[in-house]
C-alpha cells in the first residue's frame, strides 16, 4: 500500500476526510483556565464533543495530569466522548480536573498498575503459544484470548492462571482461528519467498527514504523487491520480532526514491498521513494490505501480548479489523490521517472476522530513529507543491525521464498484483496519462496507487512503485 500525498484540489479519502488535527494540544490548557470562572461542580461540566484522534491526545494528557489515580481510557463513537477510569479514592479532585478538561469520568476498582501486575503474572506463568492478553479499559480487565490450537493441559494452564487473577480482573475466551503472522507468497513486496505490504514511508535517521513493514517480514528476507522475483529496491536496516514489537526499517537503495507520505486505498483515492498518533480503545481504524485491501474495524485493547509460534511480542494494538496472508506490515490509520500502526498477525480472515494485532507506529519511529513521511529525503521532486514525495510532479518530475503525457505506465513494482501490463518498468520510465500507479489490483481492491494521469504522479519504478509496493506490502 502506497503512501503518496494528497493533491490539495483532489478529492481526500470519504469525503472531507483530511482535517485540523492537534486540536487536543490546547484542549486541556482551554479546560483548566475556565475552572476559574463560572461553576466549581464538576457534576454539571458536560463531557466534549471530541473526534477520536483529539480524544487520544486528550487522554495522553489526563494520563500525566492525573497519576496514578488514571486507570485507562476510552473513546466512546457514538457520543464522541472521551471515557477516562479513574481510581479516586479519597480524593474526589481528579474526578473534578477530569470532568473539567471534557472527558466523561467512571470510577473503577483496577489501576493500571494492579492491572499490569495481572499480565506479569500471565507473562510467568501461561506463556503459552495461541495465547493473547491486553487490557480492556472497557471492562477495567483483562482480556485473555486463547486460540483453536490451546487444548488439553494448555487449555487447562490459561484458564486455572486466570481464574487465579479473579473474575474482576481478567476474563477468558476462546478463538475459533489459530493465531499467526500474516506472511504469505504471493504479490506486493517480495523477499525470500514472502509476501508483506508496505507501512508507511519515512526518513530514516541518516535523511535517506526508507519505509516501515512488520519485523517478522524484516527477519523473514534482508532485501525487498516490488516485484516477484524482480531486482531488489529495498534493504532491510532494523528489524525488530519476535520480542518488544513486530516493525522493521527498509531503507530504499535508491537515494533519489520519492518516499511520499501517504496511503493509497484504491480508487484513485489516497489519504495524506500527516502524524503519528497512539491508538485508543473505541478509535475507528482502517487498514490497508496487499491481499486483501481496504479494512476497517475498532481499536479493542492496548499493551498487547501475542504468543505467536516463533515467539513472544509485546506492545501491540489489538483490534477487530480482519486481516490475511500478505497483509502483514500493512498500515492501519484513522480517516482523517493518522499513522497508527504496522500489521502483525492474529487469527480469522476477511470472511469469518477475528482478532488482528498490530504494532504501534509511535513506539517503532522511535525505536528506529526515523521521522514520517519523506520529509527532506526525496531527491530530486522538480515541480509541484513542497512536498517529498512529489505530490504533483507536473511536467517536470526529478524523478522521471517524463511525468506526464506518456505512453507506458511505468511503474516499476507497482502493477504487480494482477496488474498485467509493464509491470516492470525501471526506474525513470513515463507514466502515461491516466494509467494507474503501483499496482492495480491486489484481491480485489485498488491497492497500489493513485492515477497518474495528466502527470500528477511521478511514479518511477523506484520511487513510486517503490512506495506503492511499501504501502501494499505483506501482512
Request: glycine share 18%; charged share 20%.
Amino acid at each position: 500500500m502506497s503512501h503518496k500525498r494528497i493533491p490539495k484540489r483532489k478529492a481526500a479519502f470519504a469525503a472531507g476526510t483530511v482535517v485540523a488535527l492537534g486540536a487536543a494540544a490546547i484542549l486541556l490548557p482551554n479546560a483548566n483556565a475556565s475552572q476559574d470562572g463560572s461553576s466549581n461542580d464538576a457534576a454539571a461540566v458536560a463531557p466534549k464533543t471530541l473526534k477520536a484522534t483529539d480524544a487520544s491526545d486528550l487522554a495522553s494528557q489526563l494520563e500525566e495530569l492525573l497519576g496514578d489515580a488514571f486507570a485507562g481510557s476510552y473513546y466512546d463513537s457514538d457520543s464522541q466522548q472521551l471515557v477516562v477510569n479513574v481510581i479516586s479514592g479519597d480524593n474526589n479532585n481528579v474526578v473534578v480536573q477530569a470532568k473539567k478538561a471534557g472527558a466523561k469520568v467512571r470510577e473503577v476498582d483496577n489501576s493500571l498498575t494492579e492491572l499490569a501486575a495481572g499480565a506479569k503474572t500471565l507473562k510467568e506463568e501461561a506463556t503459552i503459544p495461541g495465547t493473547a492478553w491486553a487490557v480492556d479499559p472497557r471492562t477495567n480487565k483483562i482480556l485473555v484470548t486463547a486460540d483453536s490450537t490451546v487444548t488439553g493441559d494448555k487449555w487447562n494452564t490459561i484458564e486455572s492462571t486466570v481464574k487465579s487473577l479473579g473474575s474482576d480482573m481478567a476474563t477468558i475466551k476462546k478463538s475459533a482461528g489459530t493465531f499467526k503472522t500474516f506472511v504469505s507468497g504471493g504479490d506486493a513486496i517480495f523477499g525470500g519467498g514472502a509476501r508483506c505490504s508496505l507501512g508507511f514511508n519515512v526518513t530514516a535517521g541518516d535523511g535517506s527514504p526508507a519505509f516501515l513493514t512488520a519485523g517478522h517480514c524484516g527477519v523473514a528476507a534482508e532485501q525487498w523487491s516490488d516485484t516477484q522475483d524482480g531486482q531488489p529496491i529495498a534493504t532491510v536496516d532494523q528489524a525488530t520480532f519476535p520480542g518488544d514489537g513486530d516493525f522493521a526499517l527498509v531503507k530504499y537503495d535508491d537515494p533519489a526514491t520519492e518516499a511520499p507520505s501517504e496511503v493509497n486505498v484504491g480508487g484513485g483515492q489516497t489519504v495524506a498521513i500527516s502524524q503519528a498518533a497512539d491508538a485508543e480503545v473505541g478509535l475507528q481504524v482502517f487498514r490497508m494490505g496487499s491481499t486483501t485491501g481496504l479494512a476497517d474495524g475498532q481499536v479493542l485493547g492496548l499493551d498487547a501480548t501475542v504468543n505467536y509460534p516463533e515467539g513472544t511480542v509485546t506492545g501491540l494494538i489489538q483490534t477487530d479489523v480482519c486481516a490475511e496472508p500478505g497483509d502483514s506490515g500493512g498500515s492501519l490509520f484513522t480517516q482523517d490521517g493518522s499513522a497508527i500502526g504496522l500489521t502483525s498477525g492474529g487469527s480469522g480472515d476477511c470472511t469469518v472476522g477475528g482478532e488482528t494485532f498490530f504494532q504501534p507506529v509511535t513506539t517503532a519511529l522511535q525505536a528506529v530513529g526515523a521521522t514520517l513521511g519523506a520529509g527532506d529525503a526525496a531527491g530530486g521532486a522538480g515541480a509541484g507543491d513542497d512536498q517529498a514525495g512529489g505530490e504533483e510532479a507536473g511536467a517536470g518530475a526529478g524523478a522521471g525521464d517524463e511525468a506526464g503525457a506518456g505512453g507506458d505506465a511505468g511503474a516499476g513494482a507497482g502493477e504487480e498484483a494482477g496488474a498485467g501490463g509493464d509491470a516492470g518498468a525501471s526506474p525513470g520510465e513515463e507514466v502515461g496519462a491516466g494509467q494507474e500507479v503501483g499496482g492495480e489490483q491486489a484481491g480485489g481492491d485498488v491497492i497500489g496507487g493513485e492515477e497518474a494521469g495528466n502527470g500528477q504522479e511521478t511514479g518511477n519504478g523506484a520511487g513510486d512503485a517503490a512506495g506503492d509496493a511499501a504501502g501494499q506490502t505483506h501482512n
